[in-house]
Antibody, heavy 128, light 111 residues
Framework: EVQLVESGGGLVQPGRSLRLSCTASGFTFGDYGMSWVRQAPGKGLEWVGFIRSKAYGGTREYAASVKGRFTIFRDDSESIAYLQMHSLRTEDTAVYYC???????????????????WGQGTTVTVSS | QSVLTQPPSVSAAPGQKVTISCSGSSSNIGNNYVSWYQQLPGTAPRLLIYENNKRPSGIPDRFSGSKSGTSATLGITGLQTGDEADYYCGTWDSSLSAGVVFGGGTKLTVL
């Protein structure tokens, strides 16, 4: 069964750091891009960032709201994607989802085919 | 303020049809494929439509998608009470801040 399981959420004070993990199973993890998407309480979906597969250089993109504070990295040998969060703010409070991202990049263009697998989410609360 | 614009809510009776619109620009919908996601209460979102109008396996053909220019539409026919959910459109934006963008979400109520 194709599955993503997030972990690492919790209560953290403003300005502190937290690392989320996303453990994949049921598919060849290294072949896929992975995204993190968050949802603040009562709000819509917000894309956080994306890491390409090694075939596409393993490079990353981030939303402006987290750029410079959050880092996504991956361990293909363990089938785990990580979201390292620094300088956390109260507005980072959300459920964080890990997703499998389908895409192709060719001739400098990114063709997006959607996020076809989602984890159950892990809750991050930033509060003093 | 979301990059993609959706109506906050739509409603229809069981058995009826409903459409949900998603409006963007040339840097996102106008130049990339659109996906749609369904989020049932208390659950994670799931992919409903990809590449504008394709359904993943397991998604009933009551759900359909279309795209024209910088807008996309999700259609749901034969509405069921189990379709009550939030629906989000999403796509890649190739502007200076490249990345995935979502609509603000549409709450579907089946009366």
């Amino acid at each position: 069964e194709v599955q993503l399981v997030e972990s690492g959420g919790g209560l953290v004070q403003p300005g502190r750091s937290l690392r989320l993990s996303c453990t994949a199973s049921g598919f060849t993890f290294g072949d896929y891009g992975m995204s993190w998407v968050r949802q603040a309480p009562g709000k819509g979906l917000e894309w956080v960032g994306f890491i390409r597969s090694k075939a596409y250089g393993g490079t990353r993109e981030y939303a402006a709201s987290v750029k410079g504070r959050f880092t996504i990295f991956r361990d293909d040998s363990e089938s785990i994607a990580y979201l390292q969060m620094h300088s956390l703010r109260t507005e980072d409070t959300a459920v964080y989802y890990c997703t499998r991202d389908l895409f192709i990049e060719a001739a400098g263009f990114h063709y997006d085919y959607g996020m076809d697998v989602w984890g159950q989410g892990t809750t991050v609360t930033v509060s003093s | 303020q979301s990059v993609l614009t959706q109506p906050p809510s739509v409603s229809a009776a069981p058995g009826q049809k409903v459409t949900i619109s998603c409006s963007g620009s040339s840097s996102n919908i106008g130049n990339n494929y659109v996906s749609w996601y369904q989020q049932l209460p208390g659950t994670a979102p799931r992919l409903l439509i990809y590449e504008n109008n394709k359904r993943p396996s397991g998604i009933p053909d009551r759900f359909s998608g279309s795209k024209s220019g910088t807008s996309a539409t999700l259609g749901i026919t034969g509405l069921q009470t189990g379709d009550e959910a939030d629906y989000y459109c999403g796509t890649w934006d190739s502007s200076l801040s490249a990345g995935v963008v979502f609509g603000g979400g549409t709450k579907l109520t089946v009366l």
